[in-house]
């Protein structure tokens, strides 16, 4: 079955304690991107990679890192989690780089930091 | 700035009905304009999308419009169902070559439709 996978769905944790988010896909989507999604805020974009080894800023990547490695997986990392940082978090794949093809989304990870 | 406006906030129509959401936006250079459905508690599924030449398209009992010269886009849904309860989502992709991975979104509108 065609998905986007996010790891975990659910975390809690505390203030300066690194974390990494997973996010595979297995339809060989050349593009790659991550949101956060806030109450009143909608989704904005952190980071988005157009393919392996390429990766370029969004609308807030501030406290975040990514890396692409490989085609498949687009992990989140958080060397250093703050409170603002508590957020429902979507990762997404598309066919492509011009950009004309819909995203997938994964199911989203909720995390909270204390 | 770029900005993704949407209009109304929120909309309650009963079931069976028709409706129509905006949405304005400032994003430049254009590449193309995508409508999303997202449930609560769910990601985002794509609807629509348009490109500059593209005026409408439709999906089932979705229609979206695109007047690239005001930029502005409208999803109208028709004979609505207790099921399209969600909030409507719409984003615009930046056309600059280096950036053209940026999206811009939209904060949504959250439509419930009532029995």
């Known amino acids: 079955e065609a998905q986007v996978t996010q790891n975990p769905r659910y975390l809690i944790t505390v203030t300066g304690k690194k974390l990494t988010v997973t996010c595979s896909q297995n339809?060989?989507?050349?593009?790659m991107s991550w949101y956060r999604q806030d109450p009143g805020l909608g989704l904005r974009q952190i980071y988005y990679?157009?393919?392996?080894?390429?990766?370029d800023k969004g609308d807030v990547p501030e406290g975040y890192k990514v890396s692409r490695k490989e085609k498949r997986n687009f992990p989140l990392i958080l060397e250093s989690p703050s409170p603002n940082q508590t957020s429902l978090y979507f990762c997404?794949?598309?066919?492509?780089?011009?950009?004309?093809?819909?995203?997938?989304f994964g199911d989203g990870t909720r995390l909270s930091i204390l | 700035k770029n900005q993704v406006e949407q209009s109304p906030q929120s909309l309650i129509i009963l079931e069976g009905k028709n409706c129509t959401l905006q949405?304005?936006?400032?994003?430049?250079?254009?590449?193309?304009l995508r409508w999303y459905k997202q449930d609560t508690g769910r990601g985002p599924v794509s609807l629509t999308i348009?490109?500059?030449?593209?005026n409408t398209k439709s999906n089932g009992r979705y229609t979206a419009t695109l007047d690239a010269d005001t930029k502005q886009s409208s999803l109208h849904i028709t004979a609505s169902q207790l099921s399209d309860s969600a909030s409507y989502i719409c984003?615009?992709?930046?056309?600059?070559?280096?950036?053209?991975?940026?999206?811009?979104f939209g904060r949504g509108t959250q439509l419930t439709v009532w029995p």
């Open positions: 997404a794949s598309s066919m492509g780089q011009g950009g004309n093809q819909p995203q997938h």
């Open positions: 348009m490109t500059f030449s593209e």
């Open positions: 990679s157009m393919n392996v080894e390429v990766t």
């Open positions: 984003v615009v992709r930046l056309g600059r070559g280096s950036t053209l991975g940026r999206l811009y």
């Open positions: 949405c304005n936006y400032t994003v430049s250079p254009f590449s193309n």
């Open positions: 339809m060989n989507h050349e593009y």
